[in-house]
């Protein structure tokens, strides 16, 4: 099975830069998924990381290091909106199905 | 432009009272999930279809049921409703003819019992 840790709470001001980490323990590894949640709302994708090394996509980058069962998703220039619960979720060899961690939620203060 | 649709998005039922969740997509998708979750959890994965093939998590009780009548539609049955579950459900879906594992979620039920 999978065990995916991740801080259950994180702050940080509005124009900062914040990483949120998940660590997961798997016995086999298609990649890595992050999804944003608003409180109420269903999660939208974010990003999948199958190779190591950072993924950039605007104000997001998400970074993969397989052989230390890492992840980071780092949002940088952080505004009001990006305050939200980050899910990450690892896809296991041989399936299709991802396995949610229970997310972190981001307060952004101003 | 949505894509996965929810309906209702807020359903409230009684101890006891059947009830059914509907969840509709444009995206051609061959797999339809639906999950449980409560506030602060992770979604907790109840079942999927893979085409027509039902697939249930071994500890999903059995007074959850699913039906699927064509691509397009998937439908959550709970028979009957206890305190405990009242949460949010969350439909998902992706297409493994793609060869992808994203997950395109709806913007979810959320479930009152009283």
């Known amino acids: 099975g999978q065990n995916i840790d991740q801080p259950t709470e994180m702050t940080a001001t509005e124009g900062a830069i914040v990483q949120i980490n998940c660590t997961y323990q798997?016995?086999?590894?298609?990649?890595l998924f992050w999804y944003q949640q608003h409180a109420g709302e269903a999660p939208t994708f974010l990003s999948y990381?199958?190779?190591?090394g950072l993924e950039e996509k605007g104000r997001f980058s998400s970074f993969l290091s397989r052989s230390k069962g890492y992840s980071y998703l780092l949002l940088k220039e952080l505004q009001m909106k990006d305050s939200a619960s980050y899910l990450c979720?690892?896809?296991?060899?041989?399936?299709?199905?991802?396995?949610f961690g229970r997310g972190t939620s981001l307060i952004v203060h101003p | 432009d949505a894509m996965v649709i929810q309906n209702p998005r807020y359903q409230v039922t009684q101890f006891g009272k059947p009830v059914t969740l509907s969840c509709s997509q444009t995206?051609?998708?061959?797999?339809m999930y639906w999950y449980q979750q409560k506030s602060s959890q992770a979604p907790k994965l109840l079942f999927h279809?893979?085409?027509?093939?039902?697939?249930n998590e071994a500890d999903t009780p059995d007074n959850f049921q699913s039906r699927r009548p064509n691509t397009s539609f998937c439908f959550l049955d709970i028979r009957s409703p206890g305190l405990g579950d009242a949460a949010m459900y969350l439909c998902?879906?992706?297409?493994?003819?793609?060869?992808?594992?994203?997950?395109?979620f709806g913007p979810g039920t959320r479930l009152t019992v009283l």
């Open positions: 998902a879906t992706s297409s493994r003819a793609q060869g992808g594992d994203t997950q395109y």
């Open positions: 798997t016995s086999g590894f298609n990649g």
């Open positions: 990381n199958v190779l190591d």
């Open positions: 979720a690892v896809s296991p060899r041989g399936s299709y199905i991802p396995t």
């Open positions: 995206l051609n998708h061959n797999v």
């Open positions: 279809y893979y085409d027509k093939d039902f697939n």
